[in-house]
């Protein structure tokens, strides 16, 4: 019987590849278009995958919690054309013909499975240099599995240990791995008294991701300090009132963002992403915002955020972080951020030194404010209340000139926030 390939999709913008966490069929299984077939994790969202054909699940060659590219085979479907033109046994004619054509069609696909390599297959192929058609598959149809490729491995002795002097030799020389991924993890000494935790999918793709971005992305990091008493006064006087009314909380967070997408629409530099070849400045300006949500990071976006007032902001915040503790969010509300904002503040943090959002060309961080003394008009001394915005940038796309404009011009705006001529409506 002829098959279908149902692939990784693109579950987000700029994600690479991600985690099956879950099959929601197993082979034999009938499904429609559109349903889902299964759960996956990227560093970004949570999502399903739909089918892309109606008919019957053939074989699931990727097993649970591996980890694919996008566009690579998850599993073969069988779909109900295919399934229409096979030749039928009570067939009024022909019969011993359309038996022979169809013993010769299972004959060439049982051949042919034996070479349909699952990723999982290909890459440990690739990383110990094996011929895969000296590998023995027990498999469907004699198609090659991990454990096969793992029993394989583990019964080339010689082979294992010309691994492990290539590896003793390569560490003794640093200068043999530019990158972090080429260099071979350490291996670290376990103690009786020790806990190890296994890498959730979760763990896994927020790793990659931010290795990718310190490894690309030549880093850049700069700080100031703004005086956000006016704001903090205002938004003290009227937050009962406002939750009352609106039935969320107004944080100090809705503020800075509209001060930034405000300042964004004035240095449309910042606004950009990195094109490989060229640098890309976004017309629309969509913030991402980093909400951490039990041991996972989630990084959605708001859309237009520059379209909106700071009530608006901060219902889309709180919507979103009402989503993410949830498990909620969905590939729509992840993709398209060309601006990160990481709230540290909210967990205490006075500085810090934030990873760009790859591949996005800036990053800030609104740290807590502190009431501090601070030398006022006539050199008169006050208790004020005072941030710190941490700026980190890509250095190939921005310079500390343009990034310093920026940053001053956010902390104009902030420190002359006026409530009679500025409201959160």
């Not at 294992?160 to 260099?183: G, L, N, S």
């Not at 000494?189 to 927020?206: F, G, H, Q």
Request: glycine letters at 4%; a negative charge.
């Amino acid at each position: 019987m002829l098959s279908e390939q149902i692939k990784m999709p693109q579950l987000g913008e700029s994600v690479t590849e991600g985690t099956i966490t879950k099959w929601l069929v197993k082979s034999g299984d009938k499904v429609n278009k559109y349903d889902p077939i299964a759960d996956v994790m990227t560093d970004k969202v949570n999502a399903e995958v739909p089918s892309s054909y109606t008919g019957i699940i053939k074989e699931i060659v990727v097993e649970e919690d591996e980890t694919v590219q996008v566009g690579e085979l998850i599993c073969y479907i069988e779909t109900e054309e295919t399934m229409s033109n096979e030749p039928t046994d009570d067939a009024q004619s022909g019969v011993v013909n359309s038996s022979a054509q169809k013993e010769t069609k299972l004959s060439e696909n049982d051949t042919s499975m034996k070479t349909r390599y699952s990723p999982a297959v290909m890459r440990l192929a690739q990383e110990h240099n094996l011929d895969l058609t000296s590998v023995e598959g027990t498999g469907k149809s004699g198609r090659i599995t991990r454990k096969d490729m793992k029993r394989h491995i583990e019964s080339l002795s010689s082979s294992t240990a010309a691994v492990q002097k290539t590896e003793k030799e390569t560490q003794e020389d640093p200068a043999v791995f530019p990158t972090y991924k080429k260099k071979p993890a350490e291996k670290i000494e376990v103690l009786s008294e020790d806990k190890e935790v296994p890498l959730s999918p979760m763990r896994k793709a927020i790793a990659s991701n931010m290795v990718q971005s310190k490894e690309e992305i030549p880093h850049a990091w700069t700080m100031v300090e703004a005086d956000v008493t006016n704001i903090v006064k205002y938004r003290d006087r009227i937050k009962e009132d406002f939750k009352q009314k609106e039935g969320f909380s107004l944080t100090f967070l809705p503020f800075f963002i509209k001060a930034i997408v405000e300042t964004l629409k004035e240095f449309p530099e910042v606004n950009a992403v990195w094109g490989g070849d060229k640098i890309v400045q976004k017309k629309d300006i969509h913030i991402s915002i980093a909400i951490a949500a039990e041991e996972s990071l989630y990084v959605p976006v708001i859309k237009n955020a520059d379209e909106k007032s700071i009530k608006g902001i901060g219902k889309e915040v709180y919507n979103l972080a009402k989503k993410a503790r949830l498990g909620q969010l969905s590939n729509e509300d992840m993709k398209d951020g060309t601006f990160t904002v990481n709230n540290t503040g909210s967990f205490g943090s006075v500085q810090s030194m934030p990873i760009v959002n790859y591949p996005q060309s800036a990053i800030i961080s609104i740290e807590s404010i502190i009431k501090k003394p601070v030398v006022v008009q006539d050199d008169m001394v006050a208790i004020r209340s005072m941030v710190n915005l941490c700026l980190s940038l890509d250095h190939r796309v921005l310079d500390g000139l343009i990034c310093g404009r920026f940053l001053a011009r956010i902390k104009q705006k902030l420190e002359e926030f006026n409530e009679e001529k500025e409201h959160v409506y």
